[in-house]
């Protein structure tokens, strides 16, 4: 019977997944309390650049997007009513809130994920957020 070299290396229990050779560096390796360094100036350097992205990440991108999207509609066909809009106009800028909630719902759901990349997050949250604003000033604006 061959043995299979395809099977992946099973971690040990003691140690985390940060410990795999899949996100350390090749020339230095990670050190824990249980173990004895051979060399006490040793650094100890992990590699966080392949770190998985948050699930809600790119859902909360997604959402970002498609809220600037409606919200860049919503706009243009507030201008060109001058200031009187159609009721089409305002559930363009309704379907845009709705997507601003949905982008920082997602965004926030993404943060709260353990040891990710949450750069797609933070991006969503900014989105929905800057859009939540322009929301509320254009609301004000408007209703003078």
Request: proline fraction near 3%; glycine fraction near 8%.
């Amino acid at each position: 019977m061959k043995y299979d070299y395809r099977k992946r290396k099973r971690i040990k229990p003691q140690e985390t997944i940060l410990d795999s050779e899949k996100y350390m560096f090749k020339e230095k390796t990670i050190t824990r309390e249980f173990e004895e360094p051979e060399d006490p100036n040793r650094r100890i350097v992990v590699n966080y650049v392949r770190k998985a992205q948050a699930d809600d990440g790119p859902w909360a991108l997604g959402a970002g997007i498609a809220a600037t999207g409606f919200f860049t509609v919503f706009f243009i066909l507030l201008c060109k009513s001058e200031g009187n809009p159609d009721l089409k106009v305002t559930i363009w800028g309704f379907c845009g809130i709705l997507w601003a909630i949905a982008a920082m719902v997602f965004g926030i759901r993404g943060i709260m994920q353990k040891d990710r990349n949450h750069v797609l997050s933070f991006v969503g949250i900014a989105l929905g957020a800057f859009q939540i604003i322009t929301w509320i000033i254009t609301t004000i604006l408007t209703s003078r």
